[in-house]
T-cell receptor
Framework: DSGVTQTPKHLITATGQRVTLRCSPR?????VYWYQQSLDQGLQFLIQ???????AKGNILERFSAQQFPDLHSELNLSSLELGDSALYFC??????????????FGPGTRLTVT | GDSVTQMEGPVTLSEEAFLTINCTYT??????LFWYVQYPGEGLQLLLK?????DKGSNKGFEATYRKETTSFHLEKGSVQVSDSAVYFC???????????????FGKGTKLSVIP
């Protein structure tokens, strides 16, 4: 158990709809990263938040957005869903180890199926 | 941009066989290198890491050495077990633009199946 929790585990929805994925980082971790895992694109970085503020953006579509709340949990919002958005969405939180390296610990993921 | 290339799978080995999964990278600066493992139906688990040239990461019998001259980080295990069956991802992280972001860039993953 990594200590990172994600809800829901599975989500099935229709094209055009909007969903919200939730992530709670490990206790004390200030950074949350979101990744998408799909068969054709592999694992791709979407966006990072650090202590409530957006820190970096990757290959995130304009239809997607995220935020991090004062209690450090994060939500990823996906709107106007398309079939191609079906994927596993992971969040990870990071901690700096004793040698200054940032290790990321992943949640179990949310499997999104768009029909 | 940064990229990671790892050998295509799937790889099928008999129990107690030697495992090598090749990984090479392209990055500016001095990235940290990682191997993550994903068991069926689960999230990614950090297997091992290395942060500078010639560092060797090791865990659970797996090893990988950070080779700057060949930009490689190959994963090895001397004797695999059925329980090692999983997908293995090589990844790198670098601080981008000094912004303090350490997002991971992943390879496409290598599926390992170990048969008794």
């Amino acid at each position: 158990d990594s200590g990172v929790t994600q809800t829901p585990k599975h989500l099935i929805t229709a094209t055009g709809q909007r969903v919200t994925l939730r992530c709670s980082p490990r206790s004390g971790d200030l950074s949350v990263y979101w990744y998408q895992q799909s068969l054709d694109q592999g694992l791709q970085f979407l966006i990072q938040y650090y202590n409530g503020e957006e820190r970096a953006k990757g290959n995130i579509l304009e239809r997607f957005s995220a935020q991090q709340f004062p209690d450090l949990h994060s939500e990823l919002n996906l709107s106007s869903l398309e079939l191609g958005d079906s994927a596993l969405y992971f969040c990870a939180s990071s901690v700096r180890d004793g040698k200054g390296t940032y290790e990321q610990y992943f949640g179990p993921g949310t499997r999104l199926t768009v029909t | 941009g940064d990229s990671v290339t790892q050998m295509e799978g799937p790889v099928t080995l008999s129990e107690e066989a030697f495992l090598t999964i090749n990984c090479t990278y392209t990055a500016t600066g001095y990235p940290s290198l990682f191997w993550y493992v994903q068991y069926p139906g689960e999230g990614l688990q950090l297997l091992l890491k290395a942060t500078k040239a010639d560092d060797k990461g090791s865990n659970k019998g797996f090893e990988a050495t950070y080779r700057k001259e060949t930009t490689s980080f190959h994963l090895e295990k001397g004797s695999v077990q059925v329980s090692d069956s999983a997908v293995y991802f090589c990844a790198l992280s670098a601080s981008y633009s000094g912004a303090g972001s350490y997002q991971l860039t992943f390879g496409k993953g290598t599926k390992l199946s170990v048969i008794p």
